[in-house]
């Protein structure tokens, strides 16, 4: 007999689900644009989607679901676009534990991207470093994380179709996207 933990809600992952459905339905009746990639904005890095052509702007009240970001500096769109021929869906403003949002709601548009074909998240954010060289405005590379949250992003059910229940977290981030990033980097100085 399988048990259930106590103060879990088993049909929330469902519900989750659902939602994410909803909001992709949405989605896909307003656009016919079909991004691979997917551009998560922070803290001041919003207007980095100049370089794409828009196509499609939804301010996030108006998706079904989603939740509305309270931080000043992040406008709150949902961008589709198009950079020298490849499809680019881009947050202009994220979510945060902070602002009093969930794990699974802070996690929500990453699904609807992962629903609408994105497989590639380049995310962006500021933060800060113990490096006494680095200096504000630097460009850093994110090779690696400790959750120290306190909430696991794995509590609940597992959704199959997002992947595997227990991730390799040896390499949380693509080492070949990191090689491109830093070289581009360099590139531009």
């Known amino acids: 007999m399988l048990h259930k933990p106590r103060g879990y809600q088993w049909g929330a992952m469902k519900s989750f689900k659902d939602k994410v459905s909803e909001s992709v ?3 896909q009746r307003h656009t016919h644009t079909f991004p691979k990639v997917g551009l998560l904005t922070g803290t001041g890095l919003g207007e980095s989607v100049a370089f794409f052509e828009t ?9 079904p679901h989603f939740p509305i970001s309270t931080v000043e ?5 949902l ?11 881009a947050m202009q403003g994220r979510f945060h534990l902070y602002e009093g949002y969930t794990p699974l709601e802070v996690t929500f548009p990453v699904r609807v991207m992962q629903e609408l074909g994105v497989k590639i998240l380049i995310l962006s954010n500021a933060a800060g470093g113990l490096n ?7 460009i850093m ?19 199959k179709t997002w992947g595997v229940r227990f991730p390799d977290m040896s390499q949380a981030y693509n080492n070949n996207l990191l090689i491109i990033a830093e070289s581009i980097g360099r590139e531009i100085g």
């Open 132 to 138: 006494p060289k680095f200096q504000a405005g630097d």
């Open 55 to 63: 196509v499609k702007t939804f301010w996030y009240h108006e998706i």
């Open 141 to 159: 590379l994110i090779t690696d994380h400790i959750n120290l949250t306190g909430s696991n992003p794995l509590i609940g059910p597992n959704e």
């Open 73 to 77: 500096s992040h406008p709150g769109r």
């Open 79 to 89: 961008l589709f676009g198009n950079a020298q021929g490849l499809d680019i869906i």
């Open 25 to 27: 339905s949405f989605i």
